[in-house]
Nanobody, 114 residues
Framework: QVQLVESGGGLVQPGGSLRLSCAAS????????MGWYRQAPGKQRELVAH???????YYADSVKGRFIISRDNAKNTVNLQMNSLKPEDTAVYYC????????WGQGTQVTVSS
């Protein structure tokens, strides 16, 4: 069983930045899509961004121009650079790897507040 370990969450002021990282415990085919979801209290989990093996990316409208997703296939990691953070970005962020597999991380809390 592969484990996904997220890091980088925390408390930040509005307008600040955070970088989330997710590392798989073992090698995973680079053909899989890697991405980030988030779930705010009382809301459904939503897709924030994903990156395919071709390096094509998708971003939710709410984060376009502020978040950047990247992957390192050699290290089996996916990162999410979050800039110009807003209070509405507050949520638990989950990484996911899917395609021939379907793995989820345990989640990391991001709180944007002054």
């Amino acid at each position: 069983q592969v484990q996904l370990v997220e890091s980088g969450g925390g408390l930040v002021q509005p307008g600040g930045s955070l970088r989330l990282s997710c590392a798989a415990s073992r090698s995973i085919s680079s053909l899989n899509t890697m991405g980030w979801y988030r779930q705010a209290p009382g809301k459904q989990r939503e897709l924030v961004a994903h990156i395919r093996n071709s390096d094509s990316t998708y971003y939710a409208d709410s984060v376009k121009g502020r978040f950047i997703i990247s992957r390192d296939n050699a290290k089996n990691t996916v990162n999410l650079q979050m800039n110009s953070l807003k209070p509405e970005d507050t949520a638990v962020y989950y990484c996911r790897i899917w395609g021939s597999v379907d793995y989820w991380g345990q989640g990391t809390q991001v709180t944007v507040s002054s």
